[in-house]
């Protein structure tokens, strides 16, 4: 028995030391491969509802994906002077990703740069496609231009005089609104002569964001065109202004109205039937993907991540009218429903390519 007890000794101590030697030479798991916190920052292009929408997609992002994230909204529309200041304050070792809706690409090109040095960049609603940004989130502005060319058709079958309203003519998503407009309506005219042509845009009148501007415009118009036929208003603040200007000269549903976006007027007045139709974009799902765009790119998922053209993600635009303006008011009320009641988008929901009439 005293002859074994040393070679179960040696036999111990060679288990051991295997053992550990085992461990030292088969690695851990990583650290990276927990549940890692992004800190983002999500910067608007103005205060309305539409940016209010986009701030509750980010916040959705932001609880389903582990995003610390930081809101910058500012205190009105198309202020680009303002935002440039907003960007120029990220603290470029605290924040991990940056989204952003350009209000100047051109003027902020260099300042977008310095930040996608440091951080993930990713655009929505309005693209930067000069800068060193990864992704834009956002519908097809080209697209939905046409579509509101195929609405005043639609509601001037006739023809008529129309006027268009819009933010300004320098941002690129507006830029890119107004040549889809102007082509549906080319192709509109295609059988027309020059001297005579059915449809004609008298006039493009900017606001550069600023509501009662708008109001001002619409008065405008209606003073210059004693015979105008219809308004187009290119930005969300327009159907109300457009609204607005009608009735104060007692010509509500006698010149027709093409708006955009989702502006609680706007859609009662398609209830109503002083507005023909809006073009309604998704501000929520640009939120809601800028910011998991970000934690994907922060937390190495690119697989996770949808394959995009340029790193241009198109969601979703539809025209709204009276035959689905209440199913439309349903989904939206969801979406401004309280945080935990809030709508996940369904997987994949960003990627379409193509945009929804009726």
């Given at each position: 028995m005293s002859a074994i007890r040393p070679w179960l000794w040696l036999l111990l101590l060679v288990s051991v030391g295997g053992a550990f030697w085992y461990r030292s030479t088969v690695p851990t798991k990583p650290e990276s491969t927990k549940k890692q916190v992004t800190r983002a920052v999500f910067v608007t292009g103005g205060d309305s509802n539409f940016w209010k929408l986009t701030v509750l997609g980010a916040e959705a992002a932001a609880k389903a994906h582990n995003v610390e994230l930081q809101v910058e909204m500012l205190t009105a529309a198309e202020q680009a002077d303002e935002q440039l200041k907003l960007l120029a304050k990220i603290d470029h070792d605290a924040i991990d990703g940056c989204a952003v809706?350009?209000?100047?690409?051109?003027?902020?090109?260099?300042?977008?740069?310095?930040?996608?040095?440091?951080?993930?960049?990713?655009?929505?609603?309005?693209?930067?496609?000069?800068?060193?940004?990864?992704?834009?989130?956002?519908?097809?502005?080209?697209?939905?231009?046409?579509?509101?060319?195929?609405?005043?058709?639609?509601?001037?079958?006739?023809?008529?005089?129309?006027?268009v309203l819009i933010a300004s003519l320098s941002k690129g998503n507006l830029q890119e609104r107004i040549e889809g407009y102007e082509k549906s309506m080319q192709n509109a005219q295609a059988d027309a002569t020059e001297t005579d042509p059915r449809w004609q845009t008298v006039a493009i009148l900017t606001d550069d964001g600023d509501p009662a501007k708008a109001e001002q415009n619409v008065l405008q118009a209606l003073q210059a065109n004693e015979d105008l036929d219809c308004f187009v208003g290119l930005n969300g603040w327009q159907g109300p202004a457009i609204l607005k200007g009608l009735a104060d000269k007692d010509l509500l549903n006698k010149v027709k109205i093409v708006a955009f976006d989702e502006d609680p007027e706007t859609l009662q007045g398609i209830v109503d039937g002083s507005v023909h139709a809006t073009i309604a974009q998704d501000p929520f799902n640009y939120g809601y993907e800028a910011i998991r765009i970000l934690a994907c790119l922060q937390n190495n998922k690119t697989s996770e991540l949808p394959s995009a053209k340029r790193g241009e993600i198109n969601v979703n635009c539809e025209v709204i009218r009276q035959a689905n303006v209440e199913e439309f008011k349903e989904r939206l009320e969801k979406r401004l429903s309280p945080a935990g009641e809030q709508e996940t988008p369904e997987e994949g929901e960003s990627e379409a390519t193509s945009s929804r009439t009726t």
């Open positions: 809706s350009p209000l100047d690409a051109e003027k902020q090109t260099p300042l977008l740069n310095s930040l996608a040095k440091d951080m993930h960049l990713v655009t929505f609603d309005s693209d930067a496609s000069q800068s060193d940004r990864q992704y834009y989130v956002g519908t097809s502005n080209y697209n939905a231009g046409k579509f509101v060319g195929d609405m005043v058709r639609k509601a001037l079958p006739e023809g008529g005089k129309v006027c």
